[in-house]
């Protein structure tokens, strides 16, 4: 027995979950399709109703290869559902989970399908303004591309800009996922197509690395890295290859590359990456900070460190929480960003070695104190041995002359 979504559609089935909603196998008049059903708390706010309402037609419109179309928008009682296409297979964060990082290849091909996503939406004036792996779906049943990269498609266009509306966040909130946010937005310029371009870049590097440039710790500290730390160069990738990923990463949003020019120069990449194997680096530990950043989602503390996502969504089951990525929190001052982060960035090291100033270099560097502090105790404790026998040695003969020395003399 599934559940009705409006007159059309019937909900059979969970596929997942996320900050906005849950997505659902479908039914509809021509088939199977993916039904995400926003949560009650949104449906319930008549202005996002009404933004939902005019977003339709430029949602519907947004017709492309590499883009998860949407069949429909439902507005019914409580219920608020985009009906999409239906997507057969997995999202980029599950695969990711599962290989920690891809070979470059194909980590490349899945980034330029994307960029050619982005440059659809942004020819048609949407600007995403949420790119991360949780919404890329990878089509396990298209034809392989390099590296035997699976067809890549951007999903939930207009998502964060419905929940974005100005009575949900004021003009010194920021809503998105940290690890992915452009500088920009940090600093509270509104949202333009660079900021695709930046997330976008970061998803890359993530894809090389295993994980996000600027991540790691608390979000305040996150946010603070996108705009005062310049990111680490990955080892083992192309020249070529790295200045594109600087160039989109770069902190003024006019000197990225539009959606289109990335998409052409990353597949100009792709002959020299074949058969490279994955990078093998390690990720750099999270340094603790407490940062001045007030929070409107729960605490993030018991979160994994690698990523710098925050639920939005309060008590969200810990099997789903990886999807709950959203979050809202304040603008930072200028004279919080001014300050810099702590440390330097983080930068990659090579597998086995330990980055100076870590935890795991603090811990070794107190194992050494303690064995050095246990060795002098133990000398000590030899000297004091060998005065107490040289003393015991004089007190035992009175007539041997004092030497001015607990040591014995030399013969």
Same mark, same amino acid.
Request: proline share 10%.
């Given at each position: 027995?599934?559940?009705?979504?409006?007159?059309?559609?019937?909900?059979?089935?969970?596929?997942?979950?996320?900050?906005?909603?849950?997505?659902?196998?479908?039914?509809?008049?021509?088939?199977?399709?993916?039904?995400?059903?926003?949560?009650?708390?949104?449906?319930?706010?008549?202005?996002?109703?009404?933004?939902?309402?005019?977003? $339709?037609?430029?949602?519907?419109? =947004?017709?492309?290869?590499?883009?998860?179309?949407?069949?429909?928008?439902?507005?019914?009682?409580?219920?608020?559902? +985009?009906?999409?296409? =239906?997507?057969?297979?997995?999202? +980029?964060?599950?695969?990711?989970?599962?290989?920690?990082?891809?070979?470059?290849?194909?980590?490349?091909?899945?980034?330029? /399908?994307?960029?050619?996503?982005?440059?659809?939406?942004?020819?048609?004036?949407?600007?995403? $303004?949420?790119?991360?792996?949780?919404?890329?779906?990878?089509?396990?049943?298209?034809?392989?591309?390099?590296?035997?990269?699976?067809?890549?498609?951007?999903?939930?266009?207009?998502?964060?800009?419905?929940?974005?509306?100005?009575?949900?966040?004021?003009?010194?909130?920021?809503?998105?996922?940290?690890?992915?946010?452009?500088?920009?937005?940090?600093?509270?310029?509104?949202?333009?197509?660079?900021?695709?371009?930046?997330?976008?870049?970061?998803?890359?590097?993530?894809?090389?690395?295993?994980?996000?440039?600027?991540?790691?710790?608390?979000?305040?500290?996150?946010?603070? #890295?996108?705009?005062?730390?310049?990111?680490? @160069?990955?080892?083992?990738?192309?020249?070529? +290859?790295?200045?594109?990923?600087?160039?989109?990463?770069?902190?003024?949003?006019?000197?990225?590359?539009?959606?289109?020019?990335?998409?052409? $120069?990353?597949?100009?990449?792709? @002959?020299?990456?074949?058969?490279?194997?994955?990078?093998?680096?390690?990720?750099?530990?999270?340094?603790?900070?407490?940062?001045?950043?007030?929070?409107?989602?729960?605490?993030?503390?018991?979160?994994?460190?690698?990523?710098?996502?925050? @639920?939005?969504?309060?008590?969200?089951?810990?099997?789903?929480?990886? #999807? /709950?990525?959203?979050?809202?929190?304040?603008?930072?001052?200028?004279?919080?960003?001014?300050?810099?982060?702590?440390?330097?960035?983080?930068?990659?090291?090579?597998?086995?070695?330990?980055?100076?100033?870590?935890?795991?270099?603090?811990?070794?560097?107190?194992?050494?104190?303690?064995?050095?502090?246990?060795?002098?105790?133990?000398?000590?404790?030899?000297?004091?041995?060998?005065?107490?026998?040289?003393?015991?040695? /004089?007190?035992?003969?009175?007539?041997?002359?004092?030497?001015?020395?607990?040591?014995?003399?030399?013969?």
């Amino acid at each position: 027995m599934g559940r009705k979504i409006g007159s059309r559609y019937t909900a059979h089935q969970i596929l997942g979950r996320g900050s906005a909603g849950t997505v659902w196998l479908g039914e509809g008049p021509e088939g199977p399709v993916a039904i995400k059903l926003l949560r009650e708390d949104l449906a319930s706010d008549q202005e996002l109703v009404g933004r939902f309402v005019q977003e $339709r037609t430029a949602l519907l419109s =947004l017709d492309h290869a590499r883009v998860v179309g949407v069949h429909d928008l439902v507005v019914d009682g409580n219920d608020l559902a +985009l009906v999409m296409d =239906l997507v057969r297979g997995t999202d +980029l964060r599950t695969r990711l989970e599962r290989e920690r990082r891809l070979a470059p290849e194909a980590a490349v091909a899945i980034v330029a /399908d994307v960029a050619d996503a982005l440059a659809a939406a942004h020819a048609a004036g949407i600007v995403h $303004r949420d790119v991360k792996p949780e919404n890329v779906l990878l089509d396990m049943q298209g034809p392989l591309g390099p590296g035997g990269s699976h067809p890549a498609l951007l999903t939930d266009f207009g998502v964060a800009k419905l929940i974005d509306s100005p009575r949900r966040t004021r003009a010194t909130k920021i809503i998105g996922t940290p690890d992915y946010l452009a500088p920009e937005i940090i600093e509270g310029l509104p949202p333009r197509a660079a900021v695709d371009i930046y997330a976008l870049a970061t998803v890359l590097y993530e894809l090389l690395a295993g994980f996000t440039p600027f991540g790691g710790g608390h979000p305040g500290a996150v946010l603070r #890295r996108h705009v005062t730390e310049t990111v680490v @160069p990955l080892p083992g990738i192309p020249d070529e +290859l790295w200045q594109l990923m600087v160039q989109c990463l770069a902190k003024a949003p006019a000197s990225r590359l539009r959606a289109s020019e990335l998409g052409d $120069r990353l597949r100009e990449q792709l @002959p020299q990456l074949a058969g490279m194997p994955p990078l093998d680096v390690d990720e750099p530990e999270a340094e603790p900070a407490d940062e001045p950043y007030e929070e409107t989602s729960p605490e993030p503390h018991e979160r994994p460190p690698r990523r710098g996502a925050v @639920p939005l969504v309060p008590g969200a089951a810990p099997a789903d929480a990886n #999807r /709950d990525t959203h979050t809202s929190m304040r603008v930072p001052a200028p004279d919080e960003l001014a300050g810099g982060a702590r440390g330097t960035a983080r930068a990659p090291r090579a597998t086995g070695t330990v980055r100076p100033g870590s935890a795991r270099h603090r811990a070794s560097a107190r194992r050494r104190r303690i064995t050095l502090g246990v060795a002098g105790v133990v000398l000590a404790a030899a000297v004091g041995a060998g005065a107490w026998y040289a003393t015991s040695g /004089d007190d035992a003969d009175p007539n041997k002359p004092d030497t001015g020395t607990s040591a014995p003399p030399v013969p």
